[in-house]
């Protein structure tokens, strides 16, 4: 099993910057894939950034520029760094983790970007 706490939401104004970090309960060294998620009101979760553990990282369209994922795996915690945010990226964000051929997932942090 992993357990993955989420922490680092809250209410920024437009523009600001947020760091999410998302710990596990085990070594990320041997899990493939680490990525964030996020769902805004009445929509579809959608996958904003993921980083594979051979190091490869990707991001939503939206985001790209602006947000980054990073790990450390001597501390086994996931960031996602946001910058210049905007009130669209409003949403409950999750951390995920595949492991084995089973998905975990972080109980969400919410993020609030105001006008």
């Known amino acids: 099993q992993v357990q993955l706490v989420e922490s680092g939401g809250g209410l920024v104004q437009a523009g600001g910057s947020l760091r999410l970090s998302c710990a596990a309960s085990?070594?990320?060294?041997?899990?493939?894939?680490m990525d964030w998620y996020r769902q805004a009101p009445g929509k579809q979760r959608e996958l904003v950034a993921t980083?594979?553990?051979?190091?490869?990282?990707d991001y939503a369209d939206s985001v790209k520029g602006r947000f980054t994922i990073s790990r450390d795996n001597a501390k086994n915690t996931v960031y996602l760094q946001m910058y210049s945010l905007k009130p669209e990226d409003t949403a409950v964000y999750y951390c995920h983790a595949n492991h084995w051929y089973v998905d975990y997932w972080g109980q969400g942090t919410q993020v609030t970007v105001s006008s």
């Open positions: 980083f594979t553990r051979g190091g490869l990282t």
């Open positions: 085990r070594s990320i060294f041997s899990i493939n894939t």
